[in-house]
DNA sequence: CATAGTATCTTGTAAAACTAGGTGTTTTTT
DNA sequence: AAAAAACACCTAGTTTTACAAGATACTATG
Protein backbone atom coordinates (compact mmCIF):
# COMPACT_ATOMS: atom_id res chain seq x y z
CA UNK A 1 0.00 0.00 0.00
CA UNK A 2 0.89 4.03 0.10
CA UNK A 3 1.45 3.47 -3.99
CA UNK A 4 2.77 6.55 -5.28
CA UNK A 5 -0.17 8.52 -6.45
CA UNK A 6 0.51 10.58 -9.80
CA UNK A 7 -0.95 13.76 -8.98
CA UNK A 8 -0.93 14.97 -12.30
CA UNK A 9 -3.38 12.36 -13.52
CA UNK A 10 -5.39 12.81 -10.84
CA UNK A 11 -5.75 16.91 -11.28
CA UNK A 12 -6.59 15.71 -15.01
CA UNK A 13 -8.96 13.49 -14.68
CA UNK A 14 -10.59 15.52 -12.28
CA UNK A 15 -10.91 18.53 -14.99
CA UNK A 16 -12.16 16.06 -17.45
CA UNK A 17 -14.43 14.89 -15.50
CA UNK A 18 -16.34 18.29 -14.39
CA UNK A 19 -17.23 18.59 -18.60
CA UNK A 20 -21.03 17.69 -19.06
CA UNK A 21 -21.36 17.44 -15.45
CA UNK A 22 -21.17 21.44 -15.38
CA UNK A 23 -24.19 22.13 -17.26
CA UNK A 24 -25.96 19.80 -15.14
CA UNK A 25 -24.63 21.16 -11.76
CA UNK A 26 -25.37 24.98 -13.16
CA UNK A 27 -29.09 24.21 -14.32
CA UNK A 28 -29.73 22.48 -11.17
CA UNK A 29 -28.44 25.34 -9.28
CA UNK A 30 -30.32 27.81 -11.23
CA UNK A 31 -33.75 25.61 -10.49
CA UNK A 32 -34.00 27.07 -6.73
CA UNK A 33 -33.80 31.14 -8.00
CA UNK A 34 -31.88 33.02 -10.73
CA UNK A 35 -28.00 33.59 -9.90
CA UNK A 36 -24.97 35.81 -11.83
CA UNK A 37 -22.11 34.39 -13.07
CA UNK A 38 -19.62 35.09 -9.96
CA UNK A 39 -22.19 33.94 -7.63
CA UNK A 40 -22.44 30.62 -9.39
CA UNK A 41 -18.98 30.46 -9.17
CA UNK A 42 -18.94 29.93 -5.29
CA UNK A 43 -21.56 28.75 -4.98
CA UNK A 44 -20.11 25.61 -7.06
CA UNK A 45 -16.83 26.30 -4.92
CA UNK A 46 -18.47 26.26 -1.63
CA UNK A 47 -20.79 22.80 -2.19
CA UNK A 48 -18.53 20.80 -4.43
CA UNK A 49 -15.34 19.72 -5.03
CA UNK A 50 -15.26 21.67 -8.37
CA UNK A 51 -12.97 24.45 -8.42
CA UNK A 52 -14.32 26.12 -11.77
CA UNK A 53 -12.97 29.35 -13.36
CA UNK A 54 -14.74 32.50 -14.78
CA UNK A 55 -13.21 31.70 -17.81
CA UNK A 56 -15.18 28.44 -17.95
CA UNK A 57 -18.59 29.50 -16.54
CA UNK A 58 -19.25 33.03 -18.84
CA UNK A 59 -18.82 30.86 -22.17
CA UNK A 60 -20.91 28.02 -20.51
CA UNK A 61 -23.86 30.16 -19.43
CA UNK A 62 -23.74 31.88 -23.17
CA UNK A 63 -24.05 28.11 -24.45
CA UNK A 64 -26.95 27.91 -22.34
CA UNK A 65 -28.95 31.11 -23.49
CA UNK A 66 -27.60 30.07 -26.88
CA UNK A 67 -29.87 27.24 -26.35
CA UNK A 68 -32.89 28.79 -24.37
CA UNK A 69 -32.55 27.01 -21.90
CA UNK A 70 -31.88 29.91 -19.65
CA UNK A 71 -32.49 33.85 -20.08
CA UNK A 72 -30.11 36.51 -18.76
CA UNK A 73 -31.34 39.70 -17.38
CA UNK A 74 -28.91 42.68 -16.44
CA UNK A 75 -29.70 43.91 -12.98
CA UNK A 76 -28.29 47.28 -12.04
CA UNK A 77 -27.22 47.30 -8.22
CA UNK A 78 -27.78 50.46 -5.77
CA UNK A 79 -23.89 49.91 -5.23
CA UNK A 80 -21.34 47.86 -7.22
CA UNK A 81 -21.32 46.11 -10.71
CA UNK A 82 -24.48 45.09 -12.50
CA UNK A 83 -24.81 42.11 -12.38
CA UNK A 84 -26.47 39.37 -15.13
CA UNK A 85 -29.16 37.15 -13.87
CA UNK A 86 -29.32 34.26 -14.97
CA UNK A 87 -32.61 32.65 -15.06
CA UNK A 88 -33.93 29.06 -15.91
CA UNK A 89 -36.73 28.82 -19.17
CA UNK A 90 -39.71 26.27 -19.38
CA UNK A 91 -37.10 24.63 -21.88
CA UNK A 92 -33.89 24.59 -19.82
CA UNK A 93 -36.45 22.96 -16.57
CA UNK A 94 -37.69 20.31 -19.32
CA UNK A 95 -33.73 19.98 -20.36
CA UNK A 96 -32.91 19.21 -16.82
CA UNK A 97 -35.31 16.88 -16.16
CA UNK A 98 -34.24 14.74 -19.12
CA UNK A 99 -30.29 15.12 -17.73
CA UNK A 100 -31.65 14.00 -14.41
CA UNK A 101 -33.17 10.94 -15.27
CA UNK A 102 -29.71 10.03 -17.45
CA UNK A 103 -27.58 10.75 -14.61
CA UNK A 104 -29.57 9.00 -11.71
CA UNK A 105 -29.31 5.73 -14.47
CA UNK A 106 -26.29 5.97 -14.75
CA UNK A 107 -25.17 6.56 -11.16
CA UNK A 108 -27.19 3.24 -10.65
CA UNK A 109 -25.19 1.38 -12.76
CA UNK A 110 -22.06 2.50 -11.73
CA UNK A 111 -23.44 1.41 -8.20
CA UNK A 112 -24.21 -2.10 -9.56
CA UNK A 113 -20.90 -1.91 -11.29
CA UNK A 114 -19.17 -0.96 -7.69
CA UNK A 115 -21.08 -3.89 -5.84
CA UNK A 116 -20.29 -5.95 -8.36
CA UNK A 117 -16.94 -7.66 -6.99
CA UNK B 1 -45.95 20.51 -19.96
CA UNK B 2 -44.61 18.57 -22.90
CA UNK B 3 -41.75 21.05 -23.57
CA UNK B 4 -40.37 20.31 -26.59
CA UNK B 5 -36.58 18.86 -26.03
CA UNK B 6 -33.65 19.87 -28.26
CA UNK B 7 -32.69 16.33 -28.52
CA UNK B 8 -29.34 18.15 -30.50
CA UNK B 9 -28.25 19.67 -26.96
CA UNK B 10 -29.21 16.55 -24.95
CA UNK B 11 -26.92 14.31 -27.44
CA UNK B 12 -23.82 16.30 -26.96
CA UNK B 13 -24.47 16.58 -23.39
CA UNK B 14 -24.48 13.07 -22.87
CA UNK B 15 -21.60 12.87 -25.03
CA UNK B 16 -19.80 15.57 -22.87
CA UNK B 17 -21.04 13.72 -19.98
CA UNK B 18 -18.89 10.89 -20.76
CA UNK B 19 -15.72 12.42 -20.27
CA UNK B 20 -13.68 11.46 -17.38
CA UNK B 21 -16.63 9.40 -16.27
CA UNK B 22 -15.56 6.71 -18.80
CA UNK B 23 -11.89 6.33 -17.30
CA UNK B 24 -13.33 5.64 -13.90
CA UNK B 25 -15.81 3.20 -15.06
CA UNK B 26 -13.36 1.07 -17.33
CA UNK B 27 -11.20 1.34 -13.79
CA UNK B 28 -13.69 0.42 -12.19
CA UNK B 29 -14.34 -2.89 -14.44
CA UNK B 30 -11.23 -4.16 -14.25
CA UNK B 31 -11.54 -4.47 -11.20
CA UNK B 32 -13.19 -7.14 -10.82
CA UNK B 33 -11.07 -9.19 -13.03
CA UNK B 34 -8.57 -8.32 -16.52
CA UNK B 35 -10.93 -7.53 -19.84
CA UNK B 36 -10.10 -7.17 -23.48
CA UNK B 37 -11.19 -3.88 -24.91
CA UNK B 38 -13.98 -5.23 -27.13
CA UNK B 39 -15.71 -7.28 -24.04
CA UNK B 40 -15.39 -3.64 -22.46
CA UNK B 41 -17.60 -2.16 -24.78
CA UNK B 42 -19.73 -4.57 -25.11
CA UNK B 43 -20.21 -4.82 -20.58
CA UNK B 44 -20.35 -0.95 -20.75
CA UNK B 45 -22.98 -0.94 -23.67
CA UNK B 46 -25.12 -3.78 -21.76
CA UNK B 47 -24.77 -2.36 -17.97
CA UNK B 48 -25.06 1.28 -18.70
CA UNK B 49 -26.50 4.08 -20.68
CA UNK B 50 -22.95 4.87 -22.56
CA UNK B 51 -22.96 3.78 -25.74
CA UNK B 52 -19.18 4.02 -26.08
CA UNK B 53 -17.36 3.34 -30.00
CA UNK B 54 -14.14 1.26 -30.50
CA UNK B 55 -12.63 4.66 -31.32
CA UNK B 56 -12.89 5.92 -27.98
CA UNK B 57 -11.78 2.79 -26.01
CA UNK B 58 -8.72 2.19 -27.57
CA UNK B 59 -7.18 5.42 -27.04
CA UNK B 60 -7.78 5.25 -23.43
CA UNK B 61 -6.41 2.21 -23.00
CA UNK B 62 -3.66 3.17 -24.37
CA UNK B 63 -3.44 6.12 -22.17
CA UNK B 64 -4.06 4.34 -19.18
CA UNK B 65 -1.21 2.04 -19.93
CA UNK B 66 1.00 4.91 -20.81
CA UNK B 67 -0.14 6.29 -17.12
CA UNK B 68 0.80 2.36 -16.08
CA UNK B 69 -2.69 2.21 -13.81
CA UNK B 70 -2.85 -0.70 -16.41
CA UNK B 71 -0.59 -3.50 -18.15
CA UNK B 72 -1.38 -5.43 -21.30
CA UNK B 73 -1.13 -8.90 -22.54
CA UNK B 74 -2.21 -10.74 -25.49
CA UNK B 75 -4.19 -14.23 -25.29
CA UNK B 76 -3.91 -16.58 -28.54
CA UNK B 77 -7.34 -18.56 -28.12
CA UNK B 78 -7.68 -21.83 -29.34
CA UNK B 79 -10.51 -20.49 -31.48
CA UNK B 80 -11.30 -16.46 -32.92
CA UNK B 81 -9.05 -13.41 -33.04
CA UNK B 82 -6.38 -12.82 -30.48
CA UNK B 83 -7.28 -10.73 -27.61
CA UNK B 84 -5.45 -8.26 -25.90
CA UNK B 85 -6.37 -8.14 -21.99
CA UNK B 86 -6.00 -4.97 -19.83
CA UNK B 87 -5.21 -5.26 -16.06
CA UNK B 88 -5.36 -3.10 -13.36
CA UNK B 89 -2.09 -2.78 -11.36
CA UNK B 90 -1.43 -1.72 -8.02
CA UNK B 91 -0.86 1.68 -8.64
CA UNK B 92 -4.32 1.43 -10.97
CA UNK B 93 -5.53 0.47 -7.67
CA UNK B 94 -4.47 3.29 -6.08
CA UNK B 95 -5.28 5.85 -8.07
CA UNK B 96 -9.50 4.56 -8.29
CA UNK B 97 -9.44 4.88 -5.03
CA UNK B 98 -8.70 8.62 -5.12
CA UNK B 99 -10.77 8.62 -8.09
CA UNK B 100 -14.14 6.54 -6.22
CA UNK B 101 -13.31 9.08 -3.28
CA UNK B 102 -13.67 12.16 -5.71
CA UNK B 103 -16.93 10.88 -7.50
CA UNK B 104 -18.50 10.18 -4.13
CA UNK B 105 -17.64 13.40 -2.46
CA UNK B 106 -18.86 15.14 -5.62
CA UNK B 107 -22.36 13.06 -5.64
CA UNK B 108 -23.00 13.88 -2.39
CA UNK B 109 -22.32 17.32 -3.27
CA UNK B 110 -25.14 16.99 -5.70
CA UNK B 111 -27.84 15.21 -3.93
CA UNK B 112 -27.30 17.94 -1.19
CA UNK B 113 -28.07 20.60 -4.36
CA UNK B 114 -30.72 18.49 -5.72
CA UNK B 115 -32.36 18.67 -2.19
CA UNK B 116 -32.73 22.12 -1.39
CA UNK B 117 -35.19 23.24 -3.41
C1' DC C 1 -3.31 55.37 -3.01
C1' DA C 2 -2.50 50.71 -3.44
C1' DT C 3 -4.42 46.29 -2.83
C1' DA C 4 -7.91 42.89 -2.59
C1' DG C 5 -12.44 41.65 -3.72
C1' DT C 6 -16.45 41.90 -6.83
C1' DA C 7 -18.15 41.19 -11.54
C1' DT C 8 -18.00 40.69 -16.42
C1' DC C 9 -15.78 39.09 -20.74
C1' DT C 10 -12.31 37.24 -24.62
C1' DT C 11 -8.45 34.73 -26.85
C1' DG C 12 -5.69 30.89 -27.37
C1' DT C 13 -4.41 26.13 -25.95
C1' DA C 14 -4.68 21.38 -24.67
C1' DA C 15 -7.21 17.18 -24.02
C1' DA C 16 -10.21 13.69 -25.41
C1' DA C 17 -14.56 11.54 -27.44
C1' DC C 18 -16.15 10.69 -31.72
C1' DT C 19 -16.52 9.98 -36.91
C1' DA C 20 -15.02 7.41 -40.29
C1' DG C 21 -12.34 4.89 -41.86
C1' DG C 22 -8.79 0.49 -42.10
C1' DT C 23 -7.21 -4.69 -41.30
C1' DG C 24 -8.12 -9.46 -40.69
C1' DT C 25 -10.66 -13.58 -38.60
C1' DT C 26 -14.68 -16.25 -37.39
C1' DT C 27 -19.50 -17.29 -37.30
C1' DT C 28 -24.03 -17.04 -39.09
C1' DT C 29 -27.25 -16.47 -42.64
C1' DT C 30 -28.92 -16.92 -47.23
C1' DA D 1 -20.49 -22.02 -51.14
C1' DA D 2 -20.96 -17.15 -51.00
C1' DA D 3 -22.41 -13.13 -48.49
C1' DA D 4 -23.21 -10.85 -44.42
C1' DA D 5 -22.61 -10.03 -39.74
C1' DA D 6 -20.02 -10.22 -35.70
C1' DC D 7 -15.56 -10.33 -33.48
C1' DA D 8 -11.24 -7.85 -32.41
C1' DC D 9 -7.79 -4.68 -33.06
C1' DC D 10 -6.14 0.00 -34.67
C1' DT D 11 -5.47 5.25 -36.50
C1' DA D 12 -6.14 10.08 -38.46
C1' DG D 13 -8.79 14.04 -38.35
C1' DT D 14 -12.63 16.88 -36.40
C1' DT D 15 -15.09 19.04 -32.75
C1' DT D 16 -15.93 20.41 -28.31
C1' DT D 17 -14.81 22.52 -24.09
C1' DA D 18 -12.35 23.56 -19.58
C1' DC D 19 -8.79 26.33 -18.49
C1' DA D 20 -4.98 29.80 -18.28
C1' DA D 21 -4.14 34.30 -18.85
C1' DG D 22 -5.35 38.24 -19.82
C1' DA D 23 -8.58 42.80 -20.15
C1' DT D 24 -11.99 45.98 -18.11
C1' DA D 25 -14.13 48.44 -14.37
C1' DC D 26 -16.14 49.39 -9.77
C1' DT D 27 -15.84 49.23 -4.41
C1' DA D 28 -14.09 48.64 0.12
C1' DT D 29 -10.10 48.27 3.24
C1' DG D 30 -5.74 49.23 5.04
Redesign the interface.
Known amino acids: ?1 N ?4 LY ?2 TK ?9 L ?3 IL ?2 LR ?1 RPCYGYELISEMNQ ?4 EIAEGTIYPLLNRLKK ?3 VTSEWAEMDTGIPRKYYKLT ?2 G ?3 LM ?3 E ?2 D ?3 L ?2 E ?3 E ?2
Chains 1, 2 share one sequence.
Not at 3 to 6: F, M, Q, R, T
Not at 13 to 21: D, E, I, P, R, V
Not at 47 to 50: A, E, K, M, Y
Request: glycine fraction near 2%; charge should be positive; proline fraction near 0%.
Open positions: MEEINFIWKSQFKKGLEYILLSFTSLEKLEETAHVMRYVALNSIRIKSV
